[in-house]
C-alpha cells in the first residue's frame, strides 16, 4: 500500500481509489526519469498519452539530458506508437500551437 492509500484509510477521507484517479489525470514529464527500471513503472500507472518529453533544460547538464534521451528512446520499453507520442505527439495534440 502506497503512502497515498494510507493516508486514505482516515474513515472521513477519500478512499484509496480516489486520489489516484485524480493523479492519473495528471500530464507528467519524462525529465531524468527514462531506463529499464523506471519506467516501466510509470506506465504501469501513467497512460503514455498523459506523459511529455522533459529535458530539465536549463538545469540539467546538456550531456545528462543527453544520456537520459538515448536511453528513453532505447530503454524504455516504449513502443513506437507510445515513444512518438511521448517525444513530441502528445504535446502536439494538447498544445495545438505547436502542431
Request: charged share 25%; hydrophobic share 40%; net charge positive.
Amino acid at each position: 500500500m502506497g503512502r497515498t492509500e494510507q493516508a486514505a484509510l482516515d474513515p472521513e477521507g477519500p478512499t484509496p481509489e480516489q486520489p489516484l484517479a485524480k493523479f492519473r489525470l495528471f500530464y507528467w514529464d519524462t525529465a531524468l526519469s527514462s531506463g529499464p527500471d523506471a519506467f516501466p513503472s510509470f506506465l504501469a500507472f501513467a497512460d503514455h498519452k498523459r506523459i511529455l518529453f522533459g529535458s530539465d533544460f536549463p538545469y540539467a547538464p546538456t550531456p545528462v539530458a543527453t544520456k537520459f534521451t538515448r536511453i528513453l528512446d532505447t530503454h524504455s520499453g516504449l513502443t513506437d506508437e507510445q515513444r512518438a507520442a511521448v517525444n513530441n505527439g502528445n504535446a502536439k495534440r494538447i498544445l495545438k500551437r505547436l502542431a
